[in-house]
Nanobody, 122 residues
Framework: QVQLVESGGALVQAGESLTLACVASGSISSINNVGWFRRAPGKQREPVAV???????VYADSVSGRFTISRDNAKNTVYLQMNSLNFEDTAVYYCNAKTNIMTTTGRYLEVWGQGTRVTVSS
């Protein structure tokens, strides 16, 4: 199996930067894409950024140009560098990994971390 642990969430002021980290353990070799999602207060969870096993990245329009997702395979870690933070970025940020482990339901295993809270004060 795979476990994910996020860290780096904090209270920051608008305009500041923050870097989140997602450390994976377990069956690392089974991990394909890794993404960051967020859930703002009163809103549904939404995708923020994803990085494929080949290093291709995709961003939500709301963060494109401000956020950067990267992965350090030697450290089993995926980062989310967040610049120019604004109030709308306030949310709990979750790391998600899609694996090639087939489950009994016939779907590939998808793993979530516990989340890390980012609060941006205006």
């Amino acid at each position: 199996q795979v476990q994910l642990v996020e860290s780096g969430g904090a209270l920051v002021q608008a305009g500041e930067s923050l870097t989140l980290a997602c450390v994976a353990s377990g069956s690392i070799s089974s991990i394909n894409n890794v993404g960051w999602f967020r859930r703002a207060p009163g809103k549904q969870r939404e995708p923020v950024a994803v990085i494929t096993s080949g290093g291709r990245t995709v961003y939500a329009d709301s963060v494109s140009g401000r956020f950067t997702i990267s992965r350090d395979n030697a450290k089993n870690t995926v980062y989310l560098q967040m610049n120019s933070l604004n109030f709308e970025d306030t949310a709990v940020y979750y790391c998600n990994a899609k694996t090639n482990i087939m489950t009994t339901t016939g779907r590939y295993l998808e793993v979530w971390g516990q989340g890390t809270r980012v609060t941006v004060s205006s």
